[in-house]
């Protein structure tokens, strides 16, 4: 099994940045990407960035693409998400995800407890 432990969530202001860090335990090695999705009151569960945890290429949803930067540390098996210009719609609980392969989807194989985000204007 693979353990997924979300931090660095909070409330913000509009245009304020936050960091978001995810750290992996367990069965590592069986982990070739990792990623962030959110989810908002009332709507379902969106992809927001995704990680190549060998080669480092990334994916980004439209809405964050130039705003939210996902980047891994393979040593800490941690991955992160800097999130600057943040806006209101970005309000979300971000869950943190890990799976055998990419694309990752919302069937991904592993999920953390999530973390709140929430930005006021």
């Known amino acids: 099994q693979v353990q997924l432990v979300e931090s660095g969530g909070g409330s913000v202001q509009a245009g304020d940045s936050l960091r978001l860090s995810c750290a992996a335990s367990g069965r590592t090695f069986s982990i070739y990407a990792m990623g962030w999705f959110r989810q908002a009151p009332g709507k379902e569960r969106e992809f927001v960035a995704a990680?190549?945890?060998?080669?480092?290429?990334?994916d980004y949803a439209d809405s964050v693409k130039g705003r939210f930067t996902i980047s891994r540390d393979n040593a800490k098996n941690t991955i992160y998400l800097q999130m600057n210009s943040l806006k209101p719609e970005d309000t979300a609980i971000y869950y943190c995800?890990?799976?055998?392969?990419?694309?990752?989807?919302?069937?991904?194989?592993?999920w953390g407890q999530g973390t709140q985000v929430t930005v006021s204007s």
């Open positions: 995800t890990a799976d055998r392969k990419l694309p990752i989807t919302i069937n991904a194989r592993h």
């Open positions: 990680i190549s945890w060998n080669s480092g290429s990334t």
